[in-house]
């Protein structure tokens, strides 16, 4: 009693069914490509227009969510962080796939070792504090998942079109069961 019960779908996966950690990498990366994409085309003006929301404008949102994926995994991985890059929209689209690629590599290798609770030292918080890679990886997504929703709105004030909703079903059904990086 008090036992889930699960449809039988969810007992039949196979073994080459997506985890969950690459569910949530790819949808997490995929959505917020789809986003930069969305701006290839738009005008200086729209992507500096001032918003009173997160960093301020459609190009300092996308900065901030790519930074934030580079420093922390920069931070994780004991390698010296990166210099900031361009704002661009083609480099952010560049910083965007070097630092997934770079996420999704930790996060991998924190999964194959169990290590979700081991920590490390983030040297950039005065004085040094201790993380869990769980808790910083988590971050990270749900990090970029808050901003992608102020983008949303920028980008639908902006006039842009085509503005996905972003959720991971909506993701997950373009995609298929086993999703795609692309």
Not at 103 to 111: G, K, N, R, S, T
Not at 132 to 139: D, E, K, P, R, S
Request: a negative charge.
């Amino acid at each position: 009693e008090g036992a889930l019960s699960m449809p039988p779908a969810v007992y039949s996966c196979s073994k080459t069914a997506m985890n969950f950690l690459d569910r949530i990498l790819q949808h997490d990366a995929w959505t917020t490509r789809q986003l930069l994409l969305l701006c290839v085309d738009c005008t200086d003006a729209q992507l500096d227009r001032d918003f009173d929301l997160g960093p301020g404008t459609i190009r300092a949102t996308f900065g901030h969510i790519v930074r934030n994926m580079e420093v922390w995994t920069d931070l994780m991985t004991g390698a010296p962080v990166r210099n900031d890059g361009g704002l661009a929209v083609a480099d952010l689209l560049d910083r965007l796939e070097r630092a997934a690629a770079d996420l999704d590599q930790l996060a991998h290798e924190v999964e194959s070792k169990g290590a979700w609770d081991e920590r490390w030292t983030d040297t950039l918080d005065d004085p040094p504090t201790s993380k869990t890679y769980g808790g910083a990886i988590a971050h990270v997504i749900t990090h970029s998942m808050h901003h992608r929703a102020q983008l949303l709105f920028m980008l639908r004030r902006s006039g842009i079109e085509g503005v996905p909703e972003g959720d991971v079903l909506s993701w997950e059904n373009q995609h298929g069961a086993m999703g795609s990086a692309s």
